[in-house]
Structure formats: structure tokens, C-alpha cells
């Protein structure tokens, strides 16, 4: 199974967003640092709609956690952000195997750690003026994105 990563997210909607996105879509979620989980914070739960019930989510302490155990399971890393070195999404390369897209912070993004352990670096071309969105969207466009060229 495809996982999420939810890297020190702030917002416990974004966080279940993410995860009502993650059930719509047949992802996993893993919550890593100071990410909300539905456990401890209702407001989670009040924006997944009880897509947390549907769906694996587990918990690390921090994101080298969570990028240790996807490593152990051979699952490639795909970083939400856009770097110098980050692709287009349309131009990335869909792995055939299990992989995680790795969310970021609202305002710092993914870290810095956690982009050198990708194993890809993707960011969402954008056509207006702002040169970001909300985490829960970018997490649904890549989500989608990903699962729609898996299927072909």
C-alpha cells in the first residue's frame, strides 16, 4: 500500500484532511513528529469524517523514524517541495512499487533531512502568482495524481 507522510504538520484539519484523503484514495498515513494524530486531538477527527477508520495510519516520534521503517520495507520516498532540483509532477517518474509522498510543515515544508533521504524531489507546477498551497490540497493533487498513472 501507498502511504502519505504527514511531517510536522500544525493544523489537526490538515492532518484530517489528509487523512480523509488518504481513505478516498486507498493510502496509507503515517503521522510523524508533532503532527496531530486522531487518537489524541478531536479535530482530527471532526475533518476525517471517519476515514481514520478505514485506512493504516502509524505514528512515529519523528520523521527519521517513519523514513526508517519505509526504507526497511523498500518503499520509495517521493518529497512534496520545490527545490532546485525538484521535477514538475507531470514529469516524474511513477514507481511500479510501493512509495510514501512525504507532506511537510505549513511553513517550513519538508526538511531538509528528510529531502536528502527522498528518493525523489517533486513540486505542483503553479500558474499564478502564489507559489504554494494548503498542505491538504497539494497532498490530494499528488495523491491523485500518483494513483491515476499507477492504474494505466
Known amino acids: 500500500m ?3 507522510i504527514v ?3 500544525r493544523s489537526a484539519f490538515n492532518v484530517g484532511n ?3 484523503t488518504a481513505d478516498a484514495l486507498n493510502y496509507g498515513v503515517i503521522i510523524s513528529g508533532y503532527s496531530p494524530h486522531p487518537d489524541t486531538e478531536p479535530k482530527v477527527l471532526k475533518s476525517s ?3 481514520e477508520k478505514n485506512i493504516p495510519i502509524k505514528h512515529f516520534r519523528n520523521t527519521k523514524e517513519a523514513i526508517t521503517f519505509c526504507k526497511e520495507k523498500n518503499i ?3 518529497a512534496a517541495e520545490k527545490t532546485e532540483k525538484s521535477l514538475p509532477l ?3 517518474k511513477i514507481p511500479s512499487w510501493p512509495f510514501a509522498i512525504i507532506m511537510g510543515n505549513e ?3 519538508v526538511s531538509e533531512e528528510s529531502l536528502e533521504q527522498a528518493n525523489q524531489i517533486v513540486h505542483i507546477p503553479m500558474k499564478g502568482k502564489k507559489e504554494s498551497l494548503n498542505v491538504g490540497q497539494a497532498a490530494a493533487i ?3 495524481h500518483l494513483s491515476s498513472h499507477l492504474q494505466q
Open 90 to 92: 507531470q514529469n516524474i
Open 18 to 20: 489528509i487523512i480523509r
Open 7 to 9: 511531517e510536522n504538520i
Open 49 to 51: 469524517l471517519g476515514g
Open 76 to 78: 520509495i520516498l517521493i
Open 107 to 109: 511553513v517550513t515544508g
Open 142 to 144: 499528488f495523491a491523485r
Open 2 to 4: 501507498n502511504r502519505i
